[in-house]
């Protein structure tokens, strides 16, 4: 089993459409939580942290389950501007593990 | 001015020689990394240095071989390419384990 799991997608949706991304970790004793986005032939960027009790930034939310062990992300009212690929990412003993990341297309 | 950088940007080289990569970080983090990102978009850590000092080394076969002359600059040195070295491999830096911020990318190509 991967240390941290995501639906690979593509995700295809029209604008202005919410779309969820979920992942799920295996190491209970993970500490801290992130979201990346990825462009095409990019390097990831830190689009927000994780936190137990979820935090939103614009059109974005992030959410925490530690019971069970996933993690979301809630775009909402999608913009072309969202195409990319959203990576979660785990930190266990103080190594970043990234699931496979999720990518998104969002259409006119 | 860019906070982490790599060098060079694109390696295009033969089956059997050696090559390095270059990454300097001007954030004054007190960890580096080295990521591999392969074909499938997988990215997996290869090497993490703290204030000059190794402190991860994931299986990696050892014709890798990380150096930290200082908390500043992290390269990595190739030994041998293989055709299975071809990724894109990605520099990255943090304070405190948090907050990772990467470079832009060393595309490699062995032939």
């Known amino acids: 089993r991967k240390e941290v799991e995501q639906d690979p997608g593509p995700f295809n949706v ?4 919410t779309v969820a991304f979920n992942c799920t970790y295996s190491n209970s004793a993970s500490q801290s939580f992130f979201w990346y986005r990825q462009d095409c032939r990019k ?3 830190l689009l927000m942290s994780v936190y137990s009790s979820g935090n939103e930034d614009g059109r974005f939310t992030a959410q925490l389950n530690r019971a069970s062990q ?8 999608s913009k072309l501007s969202d195409s990319a690929t959203y990576l979660c990412a785990v930190n266990q003993g103080g190594k970043l593990i990234f699931g496979q990341g999720t990518e998104l297309s969002v259409k006119p | ?7 060079p940007k694109y390696l295009v080289t033969q089956m059997g ?3 390095s990569i270059k990454c300097e970080q001007n954030l004054g983090h007190d960890t580096m990394y080295w990521y591999k990102q392969d074909s499938k978009k997988f990215l997996k ?3 993490s240095y703290n204030n000059k000092e190794l402190i991860i080394n994931e299986t990696v076969p050892n014709r890798f071989s990380p150096k930290s002359p200082d908390k500043a600059h992290l390269n990595l040195h190739i030994n041998s390419l293989e055709l299975g070295d071809s990724a894109v491999y990605f ?6 384990r948090v907050g990772y911020t990467f470079g832009s990318g060393t595309r490699l190509t062995v032939v």
């Open chain 1, 70 to 77: 996933y993690i979301s992300l809630l775009i909402r009212d």
């Open chain 2, 91 to 96: 520099c990255a830096s943090s304070q405190f």
């Open chain 2, 17 to 19: 020689n050696d090559k």
């Open chain 1, 43 to 45: 390097e990831p960027k």
């Open chain 1, 14 to 17: 029209p604008e202005g459409a």
């Open chain 2, 1 to 7: 001015d860019t906070a982490v950088s790599q060098t």
């Open chain 2, 45 to 47: 850590i290869m090497f």
